[in-house]
Structure formats: C-alpha cells, structure tokens
C-alpha cells in the first residue's frame, strides 16, 4: 500500500456541526501532517504529528483538534467552524519526519462550511 | 520561520520549449527541497526532490539546481508537453516543517 487515504471526500457540515477528517497510511511512515488549501493557494501547515507526537501547531484555532490514535491514522476533530475555513484538507505522510523525505498527499477533504 | 518565495506566479510556454520556475528560501538549516506538480482538483505530487548536500538532479526531461550559497533552487522542464499544464510547488523542509511556495501556473500550448 503506498497510499494516503483520506474520508469522506467531501463533507458540508453546518457552524454548529461537529466532524471528523480521517486519514490513513500503512507505508510504516512515522510523520504525518495536516494542511489546509485554498482554492489557486499553496497548501499551509496546520499540524505535524511526529512519531505520534504533536510537534507542531502552527496557531491554528481550537476549533480544530487533531489527534492521532496510533502510527497509521490522524483525525482532524470539527466545531463551531466559520465559513472562511471552508477549503481542501489534505493529509500527508512521511517516513522520516527530519531526514527530508518526499510526502505523500492524500485526495484530500474538500470541507464546506454552511 | 522559513519564508519561500517562488517565480513566476505563471508561466506559458509552446510545446517543446523549456520551462524554468525558481525559488528562494530563507532559512539556511532548511535542508531538503521537494517540488511537487499539482493538477486541477488533485492531491499535490512529488516530481523531483534535491537534498542540500546535492547540487543538481535529473529525472528524464526534469531537472533541480540547488544553489546553497545563495538559497535559491531551480525547477528545470524540458521538452513541455500539454500534460506537464499544471500548478507546481516548490517547498523547503527544516526539521519536520515544510513550507510551500505560492506556486506557477505551467501552460504548455500544442
């Protein structure tokens, strides 16, 4: 499997909604990350989970909560978003989160909020 | 933090001509630099990546140039063809954070 697997791939939930970004990889990759793009925008560093460890939080509202139960699989927890967080969320995965290694994206979530 | 800069903003090219994008970074720890092409409604992907111990690579018609001294790097499509029409990303890696350039709208006419 060399695939990162995001779900859903489309979710439109309403302000006081609360959700969850999936995401999957069985690549034995030890870093995963979240970003968050807009539409004709180069993708933004939300968080960096590093040998299941959150090693970056690059000041992102509460509204968005991330988690990641084991090795292979980071959530992105949802409430009370603003319809300016509505864009493509895509996940990524590296082997080694320091040595410089390609990324994998998944598909992405595209997030519309109503 | 790392500040990555990249040029053009776009880029038109004809079919069978060169085209060369270019970025900056500000950080000099940063030490991997990936580019990754980006098609309409798809998930970015890696093309080509060049390590700061490296100066320059090839991959068939791509090539990245690394000029450490004056933290610049260089994405290199030779022979366009329609399909290379995409968005590209230049990224700079320090640790476990990678930041993206604003990216190039490639397109390459028939």
């Known amino acids: 499997d060399t695939e990162v697997t995001q779900t859903p791939k489309h979710l439109v939930m309403g302000m006081t909604n609360k959700k969850s970004l999936k995401c999957e990889q069985h690549?034995?990759?030890?870093?995963m990350y979240w970003y968050k793009q807009k539409a004709k925008k180069p993708p933004e560093l939300m968080f960096v989970?590093?040998?299941?460890?959150?090693?970056i939080n690059e000041s992102v509202p509460s509204r968005f909560s991330p988690e990641c139960p084991n090795s292979s699989l980071l959530n992105l927890h949802l409430h009370a978003l603003q319809p300016e967080d509505s864009a493509l969320y895509l996940c990524?995965?590296?082997?080694?989160?320091?040595?410089?290694?390609?990324?994998?994206f998944g598909s992405g979530t595209r997030l519309t909020v109503v | 933090g790392e500040n990555v800069e990249q040029h053009p903003s776009t880029l038109s090219v004809q079919e069978g001509d060169s085209a060369v994008i270019k970025c900056t970074y500000s950080?000099?720890?940063?030490?991997?630099f990936p580019w990754y092409k980006q098609e309409l409604g798809k998930r970015p992907q890696l093309i080509i990546d060049?390590?700061?111990?490296?100066g320059e690579k090839k991959d068939q018609r791509i090539a990245v140039t690394l000029n450490k001294t004056a933290k610049h790097f260089s994405l290199h499509i030779t022979e366009t063809q329609p399909e290379d029409s995409a968005v590209y990303f230049c990224a700079a890696l320090r640790g476990d954070d990678m930041r993206f350039g604003a990216g190039t709208r490639l397109t390459v006419k028939p």
């Open positions: 950080d000099s720890a940063s030490n991997y």
């Open positions: 989970y590093s040998y299941e460890k959150l090693s």
């Open positions: 690549m034995g990759h030890r870093a």
């Open positions: 060049i390590r700061s111990n490296v």
């Open positions: 990524a995965s590296s082997q080694d989160p320091t040595g410089g290694g390609g990324y994998t």
